[in-house]
């Protein structure tokens, strides 16, 4: 993360602290400086001890002073921390113009060792066989933004985080996914929140004598008119899952010290905010 980069997450999450209502006494460290240490970690890929360390900052960012790590690791945990990150990542993510009315909603996998002892990591399909781990299940915007996201255990249904994105985020216009979220229920539930769902249906779509999902029904016209050319727009996100990872500080895989569930969803939306504001910054020079 270049020092630009690094002023908008240092900006935004002093903005976001102040709209976020302090309860209790105010602590002798602040939850921004928390957040801040725990950003400068992860955009490093180092575990959260590493950022107790006071030679471990540059120019770019030193403290004056600095937490215990055992003050720093149990802080980190709190829910207002946790809140804050959040949404640094909604603010940092609004940058996509408001006319693009496509979005595509896809998952990607992030496997641990078959032996870890993370109980929280359970047994889903990734592609070549089952493994254990976790998943990120996002929706992405054309302009490559993830402003509504999951991360759960890797055996999670994608049709069940499917629908909880779509009631949180209420997409206008048309949603895109792969043919694992294809399901008559799923249409209809997105078509009664304003969203034209659009997947690959089946041969046998529109067949046989149960009652059809209209939303379905309509998908199926549409690929009987060309619906191919709309559905291959899919891909972008394809691309933006690269692109969380294709640069130093982004979402590779898992490190060793990244385990259990909370620990795995705050990893993750530390990056994407990392991705958010590197996207941001990249659009403001072009």
């Known amino acids: 993360m270049s020092s630009e980069e690094w002023k908008v997450v240092f900006r935004t999450i002093r903005m976001v602290n102040r709209s976020i209502p302090q309860e209790g ?16 970690a992860v955009e490093h890929d180092r575990p959260m001890s590493w950022a107790a360390q006071r030679s471990n900052y540059t120019s770019v960012f030193r403290p004056r002073h ?7 690791c149990r802080r980190i945990k709190s829910a207002r921390c946790q809140r804050l990150l959040d949404e640094v990542n909604v603010r940092l993510a609004r940058g996509q113009d408001a ?9 990607r996998a992030f496997p641990v060792g078959r032996y870890t002892k993370d109980a929280d990591a359970k047994i889903g399909y990734v592609p070549g066989g089952y493994m254990k781990g976790y998943k990120l299940h996002g929706l992405a915007t054309e302009d490559g933004r993830f402003p509504h996201f999951r991360v759960t255990s890797l055996n999670e249904s994608e049709k069940t985080l499917a629908r909880e994105i779509i009631e949180e985020a209420r997409p206008q216009g048309i949603l895109l996914a792969d043919q694992g979220y294809e399901s008559g229920p799923l249409y209809d539930f997105a078509m009664e929140r304003g969203t034209l769902f659009f997947t690959p249906l089946f041969r046998n779509a529109g067949g046989g004598h149960r009652p059809q999902s209209e939303a379905r029904l309509l998908a199926k016209r ?5 619906g191919e050319v709309l559905y291959a727009r899919r891909d972008a996100i394809e691309r933006h899952f690269g ?18 569930l909370p620990r795995v969803r705050r990893w993750i939306t530390a990056k ?11 659009k403001s020079v072009a």
């Open 25 to 40: 006494r105010r602590p002798k460290y602040g939850d921004t400086l928390i957040v801040d240490m725990y950003m400068w």
């Open 66 to 72: 600095l937490p215990s790590r055992s003050q720093f």
């Open 99 to 107: 006319s693009l009315e496509l979005r595509m909603l896809d998952g």
């Open 222 to 226: 549409m690929w009987d008119n060309g």
């Open 243 to 260: 692109q969380l990872s294709s640069f130093g500080g982004g979402l590779a895989p898992l490190p060793a010290w990244v385990r259990t």
């Open 272 to 282: 994407i905010i990392i991705y958010h504001a590197r996207l941001g910054c990249r």
